[in-house]
């Protein structure tokens, strides 16, 4: 069963970056696309993008192009999220989530996220 | 960009039947897949694909499509499944992704 693993709380002053990893389990014997998903405090889930399993395809929401960038360090199976520019807006936990997709009989593909990681607060303060 | 909706909160008495929707044009060529997330929690995947339950999420939990809507239906609804339900789908124009707002099921 593959774990994602975030890394920990990070607080930030307005106008900073942060970077938050994800690193996949030992046990990912295949790499799959993954994605980012955010949450503020009371809200729900959104969409930040998404990097494929070589590091050199990503796709961003609208909300966040020029501000973010996911990479990928295939050697220690870790994915990172940077967001530059932080607001207070930006305050909210970070989620990894593993991609998966299937092409079903009726030739209809179907994507689904799991599993997710633990999460990760960014706290923007100043 | 498409956008997903879903009612804000629904509530179910224990042990009946209740459905969660999720409206968008993004449904009408991609299924949905949907999202438990309890306070203080990662969300979990409960359905995806036309009707298909991960590994440990009990059969009372399925799903169904028709048109721009997909549905999570909860058989016989346990206190346990008081949570936050979040649909998401892939929208075939942008290659994005879009999650619906959540619905908020109070079990009574």
């Known amino acids: 069963q593959v774990q994602l693993v975030q890394s920990g709380a990070e607080v930030k002053t307005p106008g900073a970056s942060v970077k938050v990893s994800c690193k996949e389990s030992?046990?990912?014997?295949?790499?799959?696309?993954m994605h980012w998903v955010r949450q503020a405090p009371g809200q729900g889930l959104e969409w930040m993008g998404v990097i494929n399993p070589s590091g050199d395809n990503t796709r961003y929401a609208q909300k966040f192009q020029g501000r973010v960038t996911m990479t990928r360090d295939t050697s220690t199976s870790t994915v990172y999220m940077e967001l530059r520019g932080l607001t207070s807006e930006d305050t909210a936990v970070y989620y990894c989530?593993?991609?998966?997709?299937?092409?079903?009989?009726?030739?209809?593909?179907?994507?689904?996220?799991?599993?997710w990681g633990q999460g990760t607060l960014v706290t923007v303060s100043s | 960009s498409s956008e997903v909706t879903q009612d804000p909160a629904v509530s179910v008495a224990l042990g009946q039947t209740v459905r969660i929707t999720c409206q968008g044009d993004?449904?009408?060529?991609?299924?949905a897949s949907w999202y438990q997330q309890k306070p203080g929690q990662a969300p979990i995947l409960v359905i995806y694909g036309k009707n298909n339950r991960p590994s440990g999420i009990p059969d009372r939990f399925s799903g169904s499509s028709s048109g721009n809507t997909a549905s999570l239906t909860i058989t016989g609804a346990q206190a346990e499944d008081e949570a936050d339900y979040y649909c998401?789908?892939?929208?075939?124009?942008?290659?994005?992704?879009?999650f619906g707002g959540g619905t908020k099921l109070i079990v009574l």
């Open positions: 989530a593993r991609d998966h997709s299937h092409l079903d009989t009726a030739m209809v593909t179907y994507w689904w996220f799991d599993p």
């Open positions: 993004s449904l009408r060529s991609n299924y």
């Open positions: 030992a046990y990912a014997f295949t790499r799959n696309w």
């Open positions: 998401n789908s892939r929208d075939s124009s942008t290659n994005h992704w879009v």
